[in-house]
């Protein structure tokens, strides 16, 4: 199984530019520590770089500060020391407007989904491109093609509050994949799903990875990891672990 | 060995993620049971719609609805005093135009002097002036009658020291020149011009006066409703605030989230406004017409002759308006730079 995902990695479409820029980290930590507070510190001296197109898992029992780590990724946090770098870019340095850029660069998937209740499937999957002020228009085939693909093209006017959990979560995988992000963060994304579906939904991933995307998966789902030989950036105790 | 955990429901058409060929070309099914080919399903024919252009911040709050109440009842108020100040302008206007276009020539007795002919002298005097239409002095008898309500009828006034009056009509839009006809009136024994201008100055310091007032309560009502939606709309973000976080995490700058808050409150604005303003058009229309059905009626006559008459008229009608419009542009300005505001100021 796992020499088999080496092979399918192999077949990955080489990158379109050879370029000094195709190599540049999408996620860079040096020296990252993260307190609330005054409290002790949840992460400490993290290190560690996430390349571009690579896949990998982030786990580690609950609480040990994987969904902190992925916040630090988004920008909704600071480090309170250490350097985040993402894009190239360091995240202390950059204005509101230059962290809009950058998270238009990337799609997330919440652990609780953060669906908007008020708005139809449709307008929930289109809102990344509807807040950066295209028209309607302009992407609703893509949108269409979208839902149609993850299997809710015939949900597509329905509200959240009434899908079941497998729905909102491929609802909200749609939502982070619609911009086609350089970087994918997903939050325990097979947290509320059945087994079955737990696997339909890492091969979507694996796929998105295929096609040029960085994934990073947060999850402490043994059995989905034991899948897909990837790297695993196991946290405990505030520190990190790279299993290659 | 891998799946020893809990028989999975799909177990029979799920793919092995990790089977697949290549899956660039096998169709994702998610969750719908047998594979199928990737078929785009004609999911937008005969449906609803796709886009509502629904408001991404939601607004059917109870909060929202109680703002609207708010801004109806500031603009209803607003548009009142505005009202009121705009009949009591356009009245005392017509009081000083009636007023200016009179001048009085009053003539004390003295004793020994013949008054009849200093009254005939001076009204003379007055028609040779420039500008003035008629002068016509009161008689005797008809200055006894003016006297009539205070000393009562059938008193001989011979004896008492009555001033008598010379009515001075101006030709409409002329300015006579009253210093010449004053110096002249000065030969005349007891002779004194009263151009009312005493009269109109005190009506234009009154009108003035309700104007300004008027005008700064719409200021202050413009203040309250300011203030009022700067905290409806911190209301509304902290209501909103995963919906401002998942704008946030998509994307949306904050000048995006700020005019979705704005548009938001323009469209509350505009209808408490309206609503407000409406009313109060009504409420003037209905008093026009009572003062109407009055003024048949002697007291309605008095009630004219003092207030004058309760149409706010166009140029109320249009104030009305622009205070309704000014309230919202209120609305939707404040509720824009809070929101910016409380943006700078967040962590993110």
Redesign the interface.
């Known amino acids: 199984m796992k020499d088999e995902f080496d092979d399918l990695d192999d077949d990955a479409p080489p990158p379109l530019l050879d370029t000094d820029a195709e190599d540049i980290p999408v996620v860079h930590f040096e020296n990252v520590g993260v307190r609330y507070g005054l409290g002790p510190e949840i992460l400490r001296d993290l290190t560690f770089s996430i390349g571009p197109r690579s896949f990998q898992f982030l786990t580690g029992p609950s609480g040990a500060g994987k969904t902190t780590l992925l916040r630090l990724m988004l920008m909704s946090i600071a480090p309170t020391r250490g350097l985040v770098t993402i894009f190239g870019e360091e995240v202390s340095r950059i204005d509101k407007e230059g962290l809009t850029g950058l998270r238009r660069r990337m799609g997330v998937v919440f652990q609780d989904f953060r669906l908007l209740d008020h708005l139809t499937l449709y307008e929930n999957v289109a809102l990344p491109l509807r807040v950066q002020g295209r028209e309607d228009a302009s992407y609703r085939a893509e949108v269409t093609e979208l839902l149609d693909w993850v299997g809710l093209g015939r949900r597509m006017h329905v509200m959240p509050p009434v899908l079941s959990g497998g729905e909102k979560q491929r609802a909200a995988i749609a939502r982070a994949l619609i911009t086609q992000p350089e970087l994918l963060l997903a939050d325990e994304p097979t947290g509320n799903v059945d087994p079955g579906l737990a696997r339909r939904l890492l091969r979507l991933f694996i796929e998105l990875n295929r096609l040029g995307t960085s994934v990073v998966i947060a999850t402490h789902d043994l059995t989905l990891m034991d899948l897909v030989d990837a790297r695993r950036l196991v946290l405990g105790d505030g520190h990190l672990l790279i299993d290659e | 060995m891998?799946?020893t955990?809990?028989p999975?429901?799909?177990?029979e058409d799920?793919?092995?993620?990790?089977d697949?060929s290549d899956?660039?070309q096998t169709p994702?099914?998610?969750?719908?049971g047998a594979p199928q080919a990737?078929v785009?399903?004609p999911?937008?024919v005969a449906?609803?719609a796709?886009?509502?252009d629904?408001p991404?911040v939601?607004v059917d709050s109870a909060a929202s609805r109680a703002l609207m109440a708010v801004i109806a009842i500031l603009t209803f108020l607003a548009a009142l005093c505005a009202g009121a100040a705009e009949i009591v302008a356009a009245n005392s206007s017509a009081w000083r135009a009636s007023v200016a276009r009179e001048a009085t020539i009053q003539i004390r007795p003295r004793a020994q002097i013949d008054i009849e002919a200093l009254v005939a002298q001076a009204a003379a005097l007055a028609r040779e002036t420039p500008g003035v239409a008629a002068a016509e002095p009161y008689s005797a008898e008809e200055s006894a009658q003016l006297l009539e309500p205070w000393l009562g009828a059938g008193l001989d006034l011979g004896e008492l020291p009555v001033p008598r009056l010379v009515v001075v009509r101006l030709e409409p839009g002329a300015d006579p020149d009253f210093t010449a006809l004053r110096a002249a009136l000065a030969d005349i024994p007891g002779a004194s011009l009263d151009d009312h201008g005493q009269w109109i100055a005190r009506l234009s310091a009154m009108a003035n006066t309700v104007v300004a007032v008027g005008v700064a309560l719409v200021v202050l009502v413009l203040v309250a409703a300011g203030l009022a939606v700067a905290f409806a709309t911190r209301g509304a973000m902290a209501g909103n605030r995963?919906?401002v976080?998942?704008?946030?995490?998509?994307?949306?700058?904050?000048g995006?989230i700020a005019r979705e808050f704005q548009n938001r409150f323009l469209r509350m604005g505009l209808k408490g406004a309206a609503i407000g303003g409406g009313l109060a058009v009504l409420l003037f229309a209905l008093f026009g017409r009572l003062s109407a059905s009055w003024r048949a009626s002697p007291a309605g006559d008095q009630i004219e002759a003092l207030f004058g008459g309760f149409e706010v008229g166009w140029r109320g009608a249009a104030v009305i308006v622009v205070i309704a419009l000014a309230v919202s542009g209120v609305t939707a300005i404040v509720s824009g730079l809070s929101v910016k505001r409380m943006l700078?100021g967040a962590?993110?």
Do not use: K, M, N
Request: charged share 30%; aromatic share 6%.
């Open positions: 891998r799946r955990h809990t999975d429901p799909f177990e799920a793919l092995d993620p990790l697949a899956p660039r994702l099914d998610i969750g719908h990737r785009i399903e999911s937008s449906t609803p796709l886009t509502r629904a991404l939601p995963e919906i976080e998942v704008l946030h995490y998509v994307g949306a700058d904050d995006f700078a962590s993110q």
